[in-house]
């Protein structure tokens, strides 16, 4: 069983950075993909990024590519998402979810995640 805390998120001006982490719990972590998902008030959850088992391929929302980066530590157990040049509509709840599938153009659908945090808040003020 896999279990997921996400950490990192607050309040932040517009331009501003922050850092989320997702810790995980359970085996076999290399074997899972994981990704990020955020949820606006009143919005869809949509994709943010996701990373492979290995860590050695990525993927990006068109909104984000070239201001996130996702990254993890398999030794650690932990998934990171650095956040850069923050702006209002990045404003959501951040989930991190994992699954034991290979990173594909699938990985991009909530539905092929086995596994989500409780999720953290991010705001960015204007």
């Given at each position: 069983q896999m279990h997921l805390v996400e950490s990192g998120g607050r309040m932040v001006q517009t331009g501003g950075s922050l850092r989320l982490s997702c810790a995980a719990s359970?085996?076999?972590f290399v074997t899972y993909t994981?990704?990020?998902f955020r949820?606006?008030?009143g919005?869809?959850?949509e994709f943010v990024a996701a990373i492979?088992?290995?860590g050695d391929e990525t993927y990006y929302s068109d909104p984000v590519k070239g201001r996130f980066t996702i990254s993890r530590d398999n030794?650690?157990?932990t998934v990171t998402l650095q956040m850069t040049n923050l702006k209002p509509e990045n404003t959501a709840v951040y989930y991190c979810a994992?699954?034991?599938h290979s990173l594909t153009g699938d990985s991009w659908f909530a539905n092929m995640y086995k596994h989500w945090g409780?999720?953290?808040q991010v705001t960015v003020s204007l």
């Open positions: 359970g085996s076999a994981v990704g990020w949820q606006a008030p919005k869809e959850r492979s088992g290995n030794a650690k157990k994992a699954d034991q409780l999720g953290t």
